[in-house]
């Protein structure tokens, strides 16, 4: 195991940032996932902490060691690639056989054989040692990867995207041998991926980037429940988070969230945020809603609720996705059930005590410990 620190990293290619002043530190044997969309700079990360790219500027640290400098060949680190880079010629046995000739020293034949039947056989594929690699499938591909990524036994392991090109059902089996690996294995991970759910179901923490620069730091729960911008909001979940647009109305020493739109539309925040807002003099707000938190009905529920007409209507299997059009906003509703629901049809809504996330106009989170 080992402690993983990035100190101030930025790396440049030409004009293009890809990565700015970025730091994050892990514990020792902390499965750590860097979450972002395509183009933010994760794969970047892993390629400057494996030694494949040196940063512009800051520093990689290792167990208090200063490696930035250090070649790759000389870091007790394992990565996988989003691709598998396995050998087309090779078969199983020696794709996993490569890596310990960068060793130094080398094994012995005994040494290495053991080690690849070894975790062949907690990977599974200990009966496919001798296939060539075109004569597997995408998952049996993605194991051997991981397979070759774990012979060597580092101190590090560090996967780019591993789960992307394989199948939904694949992904889901595969994440579950992820997680049961992690605890059998008790090494530092650094996980790569854009897919929300796979950083929520496998990471002590998450790191959500973009475009180069770190939003948010966090435990699954945390990033969920409490996130630091809209960037990180929309990020994680789905359906996406509604986002609405919202002015500060007093009216009888109370304060409301309008949406200017569709003055129906209103929220009353806790007294805790409505402390907040008044010692702010705020004027404007972004109102966050998760899908799932929308109280609604195909049936008049109440005087309260605002009645609209779905506009789109997806079945989720046992759940759906529900689209309306509410003064120009697109607001999406989960529901829990496999009721269908029909384009036109008239749909109650009612957002009383419905749970809210407030940002700022320039999409930041109110910092509530402050009222």
């Known amino acids: 195991m080992a402690k ?28 750590l996932v860097i979450l972002g969309p395509a183009g933010a700079g994760k794969t970047t ?18 167990d208090g060691k200063d490696i930035t400098d250090v070649p790759a060949n000389q870091r007790n680190m394992a990565m996988t690639f989003e691709d598998y880079a396995l050998y087309p ?20 034949r005994e040494e290495v054989d053991k080690k690849i039947h070894e975790v062949a056989k907690m990977l599974q594929i200990d009966h ?15 194991r051997v990867s991981l397979a070759r990524c774990m012979v060597r036994s580092p101190q590090v392991f560090l996967f780019d995207e591993p789960l992307s090109h394989v199948d939904a059902k694949i992904r889901h089996s595969m994440r579950t041998e992820l997680h049961r690996l992690s605890s059998v294995l008790a090494t530092t991970t650094i ?3 854009h897919d929300y759910v796979e950083a929520l179901s496998l990471a002590d923490r998450i790191v959500v980037i973009d475009k180069g620069v770190i939003q948010q730091i966090g435990t699954p729960h945390e990033i969920y429940d409490a996130p630091a911008n809209e960037f990180v909001a929309r990020v994680v ?12 109305v007093r009216k009888d020493d109370e304060i409301y969230l309008q949406n200017p739109e569709n003055p129906a539309m209103s929220f009353k925040p806790s007294k805790k945020d409505a402390a907040y807002i008044s010692s702010r003099n705020l004027n404007s707000l972004h109102v966050g809603i998760r899908p799932q ?24 299997g046992r759940r759906g996705m529900i689209m309306v059009n509410i003064g120009g906003e697109h607001i999406r509703i989960l529901t829990n059930s496999d009721q269908a629901a029909h384009i036109g049809e008239p749909i109650w809504l009612d957002l009383n005590d419905t749970h809210l996330y407030l940002f700022d106009p320039s999409g930041m989170k109110l910092d509530r410990s402050e009222a």
């Open 128 to 142: 496919l040692l001798d296939r060539k690699v075109d004569q597997l499938s995408g998952g049996q591909k993605q």
């Open 191 to 193: 996980y790569v991926t």
């Open 4 to 31: 993983v620190e990035l100190k101030r990293i930025t790396m440049d290619f030409g004009n293009v940032v890809a990565l700015k002043d970025f730091s994050f530190e892990t514990g020792d044997g902390e499965f």
């Open 45 to 62: 990360t892993l390629k400057i902490i494996a030694g494949l790219y040196n940063p512009t500027r800051g520093r990689v640290i290792v």
């Open 293 to 316: 938190d929308i109280r609604h009905s195909l049936t008049p529920i109440n005087h309260a609720a605002m009645q609209c007409k779905v506009e789109l209507y997806e079945l989720w």
């Open 89 to 108: 010629t090779f078969n199983v046995y020696q794709n996993l056989e490569n890596p310990f000739g960068a060793m130094d020293p080398v094994p012995s």
């Open 237 to 248: 979940g789905q359906p996406n988070i509604n986002i609405l647009n919202c002015q500060i």
